[in-house]
C-alpha cells in the first residue's frame, strides 16, 4: 500500500528526518522538512492536532537554534 504526501504517517516520517537533521545541528537542512510537515499537519489534522502543535515547537526551536548557530552561540540543542 502507498500511502499519499499529505498521509498523517508520511507526514511523521518527515518530521523525524527533520529532527534526526535538528539533532545533527544541520537547521538549514531541517527546517524546510519541518515547513513540510507542519503545513501537511496542518491541510490534514488542523491546527489543534497534538502532531501539528508538535511540529510548530520544532520548527520555533529549529529557527531559535539556526539563529544561535549564526552568531556563533550553542550549535547544538536538543529536540
Do not use: W
Not at 537542512?29 to 499537519?41: D, I, K, M, Q, S
Not at 502532531?51 to 510548530?56: A, H, Y
Amino acid at each position: 500500500e502507498t500511502l499519499g504526501d499529505r498521509h498523517p504517517d508520511t507526514l511523521g516520517s518527515i518530521n523525524n528526518v527533520a529532527s534526526f537533521f535538528y539533532a545533527r545541528g544541520e537547521y538549514v537542512t531541517a527546517e524546510p522538512l519541518l515547513r513540510e510537515a507542519l503545513e501537511g499537519f496542518r491541510a490534514v489534522l488542523g491546527d489543534g492536532h497534538p502532531n501539528t502543535r508538535n511540529t510548530l515547537q520544532g520548527m520555533l526551536r529549529c529557527k531559535r537554534a539556526a539563529r544561535r548557530q549564526a552568531r556563533g552561540g550553542r550549535s547544538r540543542a536538543r529536540m
